[in-house]
């Protein structure tokens, strides 16, 4: 096999090994067709068998059932922010918004954007968004409130989704979708760019209740009203078939290879607590950022005694094969990211690093 690195980049990131080796074998030939997966009609047979079964995988995976729909769009979660506001509240509805850092700054600013109604009704700015706020409170009478499960720059992760006494929630899950079993139900609306725990960049998921669904106002542009896609099974014009073909193999990985989403939630917490419990005993040589109840188990952010040694960090790790832990250009640092199709192995070999690093420079 060709040389693989440990790869702990934020996405694009890891893809499932047994996944890649799929898409390799049948590259040439998909399904005795003669062509590529790149190279078959949208409008095709076999490739309306992928669309379909990876809908009813994600149904399954969530537990939902036809007053749910599944959607695979384009323009990544940066065009949900502004897709959901606009689809979801007309004039007179008024939604709550959590903000908890870099991507739920970005959806309020989309809503705002839009001149939408809507309250900010929790921050973790005034730490520099360190923390899950606690006391969330729904304004009564709002339709929903959104949330970003998963905090990919700032590290942070909603152990539990905010009480909002049947208010449904909306959720940006693009970094943390499918880690571990949710109560779908909660929610009207769900979506993740899939390039952190689903696929490759280039698809994005939207699952979407149908009462939110019903929503949309006619007089959208085509391509951004959410019923457009659902009445045309995300095939209204040329999806990203690839991407859903990737996400449909992933969806498979999880549910036959791992075994389902509680074991998924398993392994993720097996992961993250080698890694936060070691660096938690390292007499404070490394430093997770994130408070401890808050902390993700996707993208663990850390500091080093100094700006230096996080750079000589990320370089000897780079050339000890253990890739992508620069933190985001924004907050500095370091941050691993753990997806689904990190294993353990990755996060052992890196705590061994880890300790032998702390040991030179400590
Ligand atoms: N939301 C979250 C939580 C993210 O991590 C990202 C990308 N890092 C985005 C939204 C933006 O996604 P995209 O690049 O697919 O627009």
């Known amino acids: 096999m060709d040389y693989r690195i440990r790869n702990f980049n934020a996405g694009p990131a890891a893809l499932p090994l047994p996944v890649l080796a799929e898409i390799q074998a049948h590259l040439l030939n998909f399904k005795g067709t003669g062509m590529s997966i790149l190279e078959i009609s949208h409008r095709s047979k076999p ?148 390039q952190k725990n689903l696929g490759p960049a280039g698809v994005t998921l939207v699952v979407i209740r149908e009462d939110f669904l019903k929503r949309s106002p006619k007089d959208l542009p085509t391509m951004l009203r959410y019923t457009t896609h659902a009445d045309k099974n995300s095939m209204y014009n040329t999806p990203p078939c690839f991407a859903i073909y990737v996400m449909d193999l992933v969806l498979a990985w999880i549910m036959e290879h791992v075994g389902g989403l509680a074991e998924m939630e398993r392994r993720n917490r097996e992961k993250g607590d080698l890694l936060y419990g070691y660096m938690d005993a390292s007499g404070g040589f490394y430093k997770p950022t994130a408070d401890v109840g808050s902390r993700s188990l996707m993208n663990v952010t850390f500091r080093l005694p100094s700006e230096d040694l996080e750079k000589k960090f990320v370089e000897e790790a780079t050339k000890a094969g253990l890739g992508g832990l620069k933190g985001h250009r924004s907050v500095g640092g370091c941050r691993a990211s753990l997806y689904n199709a990190v294993d353990l192995a990755a996060v052992t070999e890196l705590v061994d690093f880890m300790k032998e690093f702390a040991k030179k420079n400590g």
């Open 47 to 194: 490739f309306d068998e992928v669309i379909e079964d990876a809908v009813a995988r994600v149904k399954t995976l969530l537990n939902v059932g036809d007053d749910y729909h599944v959607l695979f769009l384009q323009g990544g979660a940066s065009t949900q922010f502004a897709m959901v506001p606009m689809n979801l509240l007309s004039p007179g509805d008024r939604a709550d918004y959590v903000n908890t850092g870099t991507w739920s700054t970005k959806a309020i600013q989309e809503a705002k954007l839009l001149k939408k109604d809507i309250a900010v009704v929790a921050t973790s700015e005034d730490r520099n968004f360190c923390y899950i706020p606690a006391d969330i409170r729904p304004t009564p009478g709002a339709l929903y409130m959104h949330v970003t499960s998963n905090n990919t720059i700032k590290g942070t992760q909603y152990a539990a989704f905010p009480e909002t006494g049947g208010i449904p929630l909306v959720a940006d899950m693009s970094s943390d979708m499918f880690s571990r079993p949710i109560d779908a139900k909660r929610f009207g609306l769900i979506y993740a760019g899939a």
